[in-house]
């Protein structure tokens, strides 16, 4: 079992912390020891305004942090939170230093930001994104071999969720190639962490037809895209996470930037 170091700011209560760390502590005897040890646990009483989820994971002070907003778990189904930190717990075995937070930029998305002009924090934003579709389908992954999948389908189905803020935020990235482009890659990502629960025979449906209804909005030639990178490219990631990036990023120069920016000449 792992070192773990919690800490509390603001009036955490002690019976939340108490379930928090079971849920902890099983999820490390079931998936193995972190990267780094020991792992630092933070639970805050409540979120900041910029924070969009519960559970984070991190670096600091290159060892790895796991980030609790304890008032925010309440706006989740059971399942839903207890997978949420089970991801996060997943994220410390595998991606639990700090290589795993300073990728290199792989020659395709370097080629593409020379060629279409990209600025530099437009090349991270891609960057960013390639690293968390490989990222969140290797912790499903990850928790599907150790037998931990059951919550991952609520959750998968719970981030695949449509908003109204989801319609809306495409209205307006129909507006800007660019925008489209980084909107597309935020619902692979999503997705991404369902892939491996597609080839589990009692949910798989289940975890297409969620993928369907996030895309259902979209005009056909996106939803086109958007299902080959995740039943075609995603599908074929391994365990290596450097070859994975290559990968999709490989996948998304050629499946979405070449179609996004083909009237962008090279200057």
Known sequence: MPGICVSKFGEVDQEAVDELLSVINGSYESLGSPKRDPVSIWIYEKS???TSFFATHSIWKGKPRITIYS?????????????????????????????????????????????????????????????MIAKEYEVTKLLQQKGLFRNQVAYSKHILKVTQEDRLAWEIALRDPLLRIVYILSIVRDASGGVP?????KFGSEIRQAIETRIAYLPPDYRTIIRGMVYD???????????????????????????????????
């Open 233 to 267: 490219k995603i599908f074929l990631l391994g365990a290596d996470i450097a070859e994975n990036i290559t990968l999709i990023s490989r996948a998304i120069s050629d499946d979405i930037l070449e179609g996004e920016l083909k009237d962008i000449e090279q200057g």
């Open 71 to 131: 008032d925010q778990i309440s706006q989740y189904p059971k399942e839903v939170f207890v997978a949420g930190i089970q991801r996060q717990v997943a994220h410390s075995v595998l991606h639990g230093s700090i290589e795993f937070y300073l990728v290199s930029l792989p020659d395709e998305l370097r080629e593409a930001a020379t060629k279409y002009r990209f600025s530099p924090r437009y090349t991270n934003s891609l960057l960013y994104q390639t690293a």
């Open 197 to 201: 629960l597609l080839s589990v025979p």
């Open 48 to 50: 900041s305004g910029e």
